[in-house]
């Protein structure tokens, strides 16, 4: 209980002593108007108060939760018009105020021991004279001080305000009103990627929410090492760039996804002879300087003549290999025909140091002439 509501209570017994009296004459220093037989016991006792029952008038000290220090002394000015009450609150309700009370102390009620009216803890006189502040907070001291945060993060000027509940080593994000929130993901304390196989990359959905993304598509993705990671193209439009072409091929061109295209490099090997061969002439033997294929059936190879020959004549595709020959195929002409047509059962492959030898018919037409032969090879490796 404060001391503000004592005083009230000081006031409250000083007009109870009013119904003894009346109020002086107004503009007059006269004494009050006696009632019932009280102006007949004055001066009484200093302190009291004059008390009609109805019957007979007495004075009367003050009891219970007031009291009088100032009993049987003078308590009013000789004109009745100052010092005229010297009442002592001590209670409440009965039960007593213990200890000397300052302006603006508080009470608080004690029931042991007790009951009684006690200094609350820690109350002191009631106005605020200092006011400190611990870290994070700082105070510049004094009844009205400026609290300021003293220990802070950055430069900004605002407070940033956070709701919801929170899990250890998840990222934060903003919701519609301006609050921090947990963003419901984990968040890499490292600065490396997200886990996964294959490895991973920091995105965010299509609701802007954050989450872990694989690298897939035209692309390859691959840990280099800490805080490193290498990407790799491995299409262009979702086609595999590059590829190889086979030994003695040539590339010929390239798409716009990068694939190449693939030709066998071929050799024309070149044999022929004006005049009329003669019987079993050795037109050619031409030296091999690498890997060469006759394809089957001669592919691409061709033969023709100025002159037609009388008959059929066809002449021997040979291959010499160390001393040794094999028939390779053969080229004849018809009767009437300027144009020599190829037989080759199967692929014939020539290594550096063979021969490709031509030979006429043992029996040799006699007209065809002016005769040239092309055998085309497939190259090997270059």
């Keep these: 209980m404060k001391v503000r509501r004592i005083g009230s209570l000081c006031i409250a017994a000083l007009l109870w002593v009013v119904p003894a009296f009346a109020t002086p004459t107004a503009g007059t220093n006269q004494p009050p108007t006696a009632y019932g037989t009280c102006m007949g016991y004055q001066p009484g006792i200093g302190g009291d108060f004059c008390l009609n029952d109805g019957s007979a008038s007495f004075w009367q000290k003050f009891i219970g939760d007031v009291t009088n220090d100032s009993r049987g002394t003078p308590q009013c000015s000789p004109t009745n018009t100052t010092n005229c009450g010297h009442l002592k609150v001590q209670g409440f309700q009965g039960v007593p105020l213990v200890g000397s009370p300052t302006d603006g102390q508080t009470f608080c009620y004690q029931a042991s021991p ?14 605020v004279s200092n006011v400190t502040a611990s870290p994070p907070l ?7 001080p400026n609290i300021t945060a003293s220990v802070v993060q950055g430069n900004g000027t605002k407070l940033q305000l956070s709701t919801g509940t929170t899990t250890t080593n998840d990222c934060v994000k903003y919701d519609a009103n301006g609050n921090t929130v947990d963003a419901g993901v984990s968040c890499s304390s490292s600065g490396q990627y997200p886990s996964g196989a294959p490895p991973q990359i920091a995105g965010y959905s299509t609701t802007n929410t954050p989450e872990a993304e694989t690298v897939s598509g035209d692309g390859s993705f691959a840990r280099a090492g800490a805080n490193s990671y290498t990407l790799t193209v491995t299409k262009i439009n979702g086609t595999t760039p590059g590829g190889s072409c086979s030994a003695g091929s040539i590339v010929t061109s390239i798409s716009a996804s990068g694939v190449p295209t693939c030709t066998q490099k071929t050799d024309p090997f070149v044999c022929g002879s004006i005049p009329v061969p003669t019987n079993s002439q050795v037109l050619c033997d031409i030296p091999i300087t690498k890997a060469e294929t006759i394809p089957s ?39 009437s025909g300027t144009t020599g047509a190829f037989t080759c059962s199967g692929s014939t492959s020539f290594v550096a140091g063979d021969i490709l030898q031509i030979v006429a018919p043992s029996s ?18 270059l």
């Design 114 to 127: 007790g009951p009684e009216f006690v200094p609350c803890p820690g109350s002191g006189s009631g106005f």
């Design 138 to 144: 700082g105070s510049s001291g004094g009844a009205t």
């Design 297 to 335: 059936n001669c592919t691409g190879s061709q033969a023709g003549s100025t002159i037609a020959a009388t008959g059929t004549a066809t002449f021997t595709i040979n291959k010499i290999h160390s001393g040794s020959t094999t028939a390779a195929g053969t080229v004849a002409w018809s009767g």
């Design 364 to 381: 040799a037409d006699a007209t065809l002439a002016g005769l040239g032969i092309a055998i085309s090879m497939n190259a090997g490796a």
